[in-house]
């Protein structure tokens, strides 16, 4: 039994590649392993939310979470603003992080070239907030989408780096963890890149998403003109839904349509109708969960203080050993 810990931004509604990066994994993951999954709302605080949106943002997830099939007395799920152990392992990371390998991320770089007007030391230390999600638990398996490879790769080092400063092997090596062969990359609907809120309302198909919404931004998504020659490459746009098909529908369906477009039959309409009613039918059980949930505001906050409290023992044990480990002692 290994320890995992993994978190998502609170931005929100979650989409489908939240679901295939990271909750799906959870779900799959929590009766093998003694799990820790997180609301990462420190780290939403990079795009300034106002109040309210962080709020209601938190909530929707953790009740995205629940509806999604994590089991909060298996798993432990929490705020990470309610454990703040971690900042402070935020800060000793901090100590030992440097700003040209942050600078180098590529994550800060993204952000810095989309939003060159918010360049805060938040953004900046990101991977550092992350390593200290993470090894506050001790975790060594990580479950994240194939975006989170480069944050994984700079806590190894971090962990390193404090085991080789102080002359102790405290912290063992977190890996990226998935089911798969490979970490997963959801692509958007736009036909270029992964899917994300960031990229506009009809990028992204989330899990709250009624049936009709999800047909709409399918039947809208990008396209081109079909495949002109047997077997040709697929473009962008078009590998894209070929990928999300991959994620949603069976084998067999994805064969279909894949022989179709390399005999330059396919058309695109079938083919997307197909796509939207497999993914209707693969968030249906999560949708169905979310209103319920939702309407339970007992069953949050007992779901909550219960996840906190055991996230905290864990964090206030690590920081303990730490202290000692770094020189603070009780005088
Ligand atoms: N950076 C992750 C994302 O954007 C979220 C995250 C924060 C996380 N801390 C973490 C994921 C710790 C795994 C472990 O999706």
Do not use: W
Request: negative net charge; contains cysteine; proline residues 5%.
């Amino acid at each position: 039994m290994e320890t995992v810990v993994s978190g998502i931004r609170s931005t929100g509604k979650l989409h489908l590649g939240n679901y295939y990066g990271a909750i799906r994994n959870f779900v799959q993951m929590q009766h093998e392993h003694n799990c820790y999954f997180f609301i990462a709302d420190l780290h939403s605080l990079t795009t300034h939310p106002t109040p309210e949106d962080l709020y209601t943002n938190v909530r929707q997830v953790v009740v995205e979470y629940l509806a999604a099939g994590i089991d909060p007395d298996v798993a432990t799920i929490y705020i990470q603003s309610d454990v703040p152990e971690v900042a402070e392992l935020y800060l000793y990371l901090n100590m030992n992080a440097y700003l040209g390998e942050l600078e180098r991320a590529t994550s800060f770089k993204d952000k810095v070239r989309a939003n060159p007007d918010n360049i805060n030391a938040g953004l900046l230390t990101y991977p550092v907030l992350m390593a200290a999600d993470i090894l506050l638990h001790r975790a060594t398996k990580v479950p994240v989408g194939k975006d989170q490879e480069q944050h994984l790769e700079m806590t190894r080092t971090f962990a390193n780096r404090f085991n080789r400063m102080y002359k102790t092997e405290y912290f063992a090596e977190p890996h990226a963890f998935s089911f798969g062969k490979n970490l997963i990359k959801i692509p958007g609907l736009d036909g270029k890149g992964k899917m994300g809120k960031s990229e506009g309302e009809a990028n992204a198909v989330y899990l709250s998403d009624s049936p009709e919404t999800i047909r709409k931004k399918v039947m809208r998504a990008v396209t081109d003109s079909g495949p002109t020659t047997p077997n040709q490459q697929k473009p962008e746009a078009i590998q894209n839904l070929f990928t999300l098909m991959e994620a949603v529908s069976s084998p067999d369906t994805l064969k279909h349509f894949d022989d179709l477009y390399n005999a330059c039959e396919i058309r695109y309409g079938d083919f997307k109708k197909q796509l939207a009613e497999d993914m209707v039918a693969a968030t249906e059980p999560v949708r169905a969960h979310i209103h319920e949930i939702s309407n339970d505001n007992d069953y949050i906050s007992k779901v909550i203080h219960q996840g906190n409290e055991k996230a905290r023992e864990s964090a206030r044990k690590t920081i303990a050993d730490v202290r000692e480990i770094i020189g603070f002692r009780k005088f």
